[in-house]
């Protein structure tokens, strides 16, 4: 695959810095056995092709905050290449983050040795197009399901996989950001336990009766995935950050310095959340060991969650602004350009078996993230889970108020812009119009290349 000199030096320095404002979440210490490696399609079945020439897929995948995700892939892995008759073994390679996936993808495609098969953020779209290094998939799913496989998908996870007319990626572990909240807790303050806030003013005032010496109200982390979280204040009081295209930002509007200045009161005005960096990864172990009694994060993290805290806890929306709303997270399924047509078919083959109904509905059940097909979420394993843990369909609920997540081209550099600046007013002394107009300055800055 050819690059040009520019193109090389823009996804260099945008994989670089790449921080992805989407998150895949953790996942649960729950079996890896079930329903996902029980699995069997009707291909499974078929005779090999007598002229089928073996073929082994690389498979990239990260994990983005902790738990048995690696062994869940590689035990995915495992039934895959047991039940296929077709010569097709998959090798599943962990790559580290979200981020590291990525640049490890990027220096694979410039050396000119791509990986077949790729599962990494929903919003690497722009950079994975602006390297020339994704196919379309309208042909192969048009061979295989055609538009009822496609349409299968709720919109909200499919907002980032489609620009100009055409499919780039199949979601598969994905996200929304929801709200976890201490049920014993809220008794303790004299708040009731089945009512969650609703809005910014009950929030507000549940979080200040909820803290006290020893637990914090509520965290949102400004540290990592700082404009995930910043994104959904952004679409509960006004309307989201990009469009779809990738190419512009809304960052500095009124609604959004207002936003902005809700999560920095919450700090620095109610004294409910601890002052300086909160930290992404650490948010969840403060809620299950009672540091804080509510906290903004992603639905990956439901499974460690319910394993981990010893209270009965509760899941809900997030509350509104102007209205309810949140980005999509988490990541998709991609097929590289640069290998054999029947390497692509054959990658093509493993995501359809990955994304059966029953399979992706025991993956959301082993980790927590959200069954990204309608038909997954009707299975029979998928009812019974809902009816023990109704905590399982709040972030499914919410995709309805759902939008694509933060993403552009040159997203690397964009993302980092818009983290750093926000970092400087929630974490710093920058005010919010200040903060929010020096990102919307740099942000047009790094896209005019693509709006000539």
């Known amino acids: 695959m050819l690059f040009s000199k520019t193109r090389i030096q823009v996804v260099t320095a945008l994989t670089a810095c790449a921080l992805a404002l989407t998150a895949c979440g953790g996942a649960s210490p729950a079996s890896t056995g079930g329903a996902s490696l029980g699995v069997t399609d009707a291909k499974s079945s078929e005779p090999a092709k007598k002229d089928a020439k073996p073929i082994e897929l690389s ?9 048995p995700l690696t062994k869940i892939f590689d035990s995915l892995a495992d039934q895959f290449n047991k039940e296929n008759k077709e010569g097709i073994t998959v090798k599943p390679i962990y790559t580290g983050s979200n981020q590291d996936t990525l640049m490890k993808a990027q220096t ?110 509520i965290e949102i982390s400004s540290t990592d995935y700082v404009g995930w979280m910043f994104q959904a204040l952004a679409l509960q009081n006004g309307k989201n950050l990009m469009d779809q295209d990738g190419k512009k930002v809304f960052i500095n509007t009124p609604e959004n310095v207002e936003a902005l200045q809700f999560w920095i009161d919450l700090i620095k005005k109610e004294k409910v959340m601890p002052e300086g960096a909160t ?53 998709n399924l991609y097929i590289f350009k640069g290998i054999a047509k029947e390497r692509q078919e054959a990658a093509w083959t493993y995501i359809r078996w990955l994304t059966q109904p029953e399979r992706l509905a025991q993956f959301s059940i082993d980790t927590g993230y959200v069954a990204p097909t309608r038909s997954s979420n009707e299975t029979e394993i998928m009812k019974k889970y809902i009816a023990s843990f109704p905590q399982a369909v709040t972030a499914r609920d919410q995709l309805k108020y759902a939008s694509a997540s933060f993403s552009t081209h040159n997203s690397g550099e964009v993302g980092k812009v818009l983290n750093d600046r926000l970092q400087s007013a929630i974490v710093g002394t920058v005010p919010p ?3 929010l107009k020096n990102a919307q300055e740099a942000a047009e800055k790094l896209l005019a290349p693509f709006n000539k």
């Open 279 to 331: 930290n992404w990864a650490t948010i969840p172990s403060d809620f299950t060991s009672g540091k804080t009694a509510m906290m903004y994060h992603t639905t990956g993290n439901l499974g460690a969650v319910k394993n981990g805290a010893k209270f009965e806890f509760g899941t809900a929306f997030l509350p509104a602004g102007k209205n309810f709303g949140t980005p999509v997270g988490g990541a």
């Open 433 to 435: 119009a200040e903060a």
């Open 59 to 67: 498979f990239y995948f990260p994990v983005a905050v902790g738990g």
């Open 108 to 217: 694979a495609v410039m050396g000119g040795t791509p990986p077949d098969l790729m599962l990494s953020s929903s919003t690497d779209l722009f950079t994975l197009l602006d390297m020339d290094a994704i196919i379309p998939l309208n042909d192969l799913a048009a061979k295989d399901g055609g538009d009822a496989y496609l349409k299968d998908f709720y919109e909200g996870f499919m907002a980032n996989a489609q620009t100009g007319g055409k499919t780039y990626s199949i979601p598969f572990q994905r996200s929304t950001i929801i709200l976890y909240y201490n049920k014993e807790a809220f008794k303790e303050a004299g708040l009731d336990p089945n009512k969650p806030p609703q809005n910014y003013q009950e929030l507000t005032e549940y979080a200040k009766k909820l803290t006290k010496p020893g637990r914090w109200g």
